[in-house]
């Protein structure tokens, strides 16, 4: 059982689909990465984890081994963004030709 599971995310900005039904597993003990070049939706993926922006469609859900939480309904999900707080990230892309 994977510790996140996120599945079919998809962020929208008007008519800008910065995220199109992205899934994947992060596993408790390994390292998960999300890469691509600037402008691939890193960021954005990152955003929508944190509840800095709520994601248009999707699920991401956290195991602890006994339970399922979903994000989005956790208490203090989005907390940042409500309170007007600094809560986005800068995510950098890595591209090698």
Do not use: W
Request: hydrophobic share 35%.
């Amino acid at each position: 059982m994977a510790l996140l599971e996120v599945r079919n995310l998809t962020m929208r900005f008007g008519g800008l689909t910065a995220v199109d039904d992205l899934s994947f597993d992060a596993d408790a003990g390994r390292i998960t990465s999300v890469i691509g070049p600037n402008g691939a939706g890193k960021t954005t993926v990152f955003n929508c984890l944190t509840g800095f922006y709520p994601a248009t469609s999707g699920r991401m859900t956290v195991n602890d081994g006994k339970s399922q939480f979903h994000l989005e309904r956790m208490p203090g999900y989005g907390t940042a963004r409500r309170r007007g707080l600094p809560g986005r990230f800068r995510i950098s892309g890595y591209f090698r030709r």
